[in-house]
């Protein structure tokens, strides 16, 4: 599975829409992007995934390039119980479990 | 109800002592993970089993053992605990019908070895 990589901190007020990058340069064709989060030690919580097209849900938007190599999860409006740290994997979507979680972008989101 | 479930989620025990971690689930997934979190880092796969009775090594099985008796049960074993394996575990599943690739997570059972 490709590995990714991701700024271990953000950011972001309260209200405003939050952007978290991860880029994943040697993802293969079939691989799957998928983004997790968690909040304080609970279990991680999944948020959305994608393939090649942009996605979206009630949490949140998936915005991946053309070119596959990097990809942006979008939290629209940003709530304080958004703190957390997101998790970026990319795998195929029969391997998931085995995936390897790094250590994700802690988001912080201020009053 | 959690449709995962983990017990204990709090353990303390001794070096030396045979701990084990209990993951129950109600989805009916045939898939599930045991992982391992160390403060501030992300999760790393120490087994994970696709059906009763398969099971598969992760990354870092060493000092680690697993069952998996019953589709809805996957235990984790620590034979002799160490102090090195004071951690956060979770126990995950995922749904091959489906195939989303989506992972279940349970709350979680922190264990320190004195």
């Known amino acids: 599975d490709a590995k990714t990589t991701q700024p271990p901190s953000m950011d972001c007020a309260e209200g405003r829409a939050a952007n978290l990058p991860c880029n994943h340069s040697t993802i293969s064709g079939n691989e799957y992007v998928y983004w997790y989060r968690q909040i304080h030690s609970q279990g991680p919580q999944y948020i959305i995934h994608g393939l090649k097209n942009n996605e979206t849900n009630e949490m949140a938007s998936l915005i991946i390039t053309e070119d596959r190599k990097s990809s942006t999860l979008i939290l629209p409006h940003a709530t304080l119980r958004d703190t957390a740290v997101y998790y970026c994997?990319?795998?195929?979507?029969?391997?998931?479990?085995?995936?390897?979680f790094g250590d994700g972008t802690t988001l912080t989101v201020k009053p | 109800d959690a449709d995962v479930t983990q017990t204990p989620r709090n353990r303390i025990t001794k070096t030396g002592k045979r701990i084990m971690l209990e993951c129950s689930q109600t989805k009916g997934h045939d898939r599930m993970y045991w992982y391992r979190q160390d403060p501030g880092l992300g999760l790393r796969l120490i087994y994970y089993?696709?059906?009763?009775?398969?099971?598969n090594k992760g990354e870092i099985s060493d000092g680690y053992s697993v069952s998996r008796q019953a589709q809805a049960k996957f235990s984790l074993s620590l034979e002799s605990a160490i102090p090195n394996q004071t951690a956060l575990y979770f126990c995950?599943?995922?749904?091959?019908?489906?195939?989303?690739?989506?992972?279940?997570f349970g709350e979680g059972s922190r264990l320190t070895v004195l």
């Open positions: 994997i990319v795998s195929y979507n029969t391997n998931a479990g085995k995936s390897t």
């Open positions: 089993s696709f059906d009763v009775k398969d099971i």
């Open positions: 995950a599943t995922s749904d091959p019908v489906t195939n989303t690739g989506e992972l279940f």
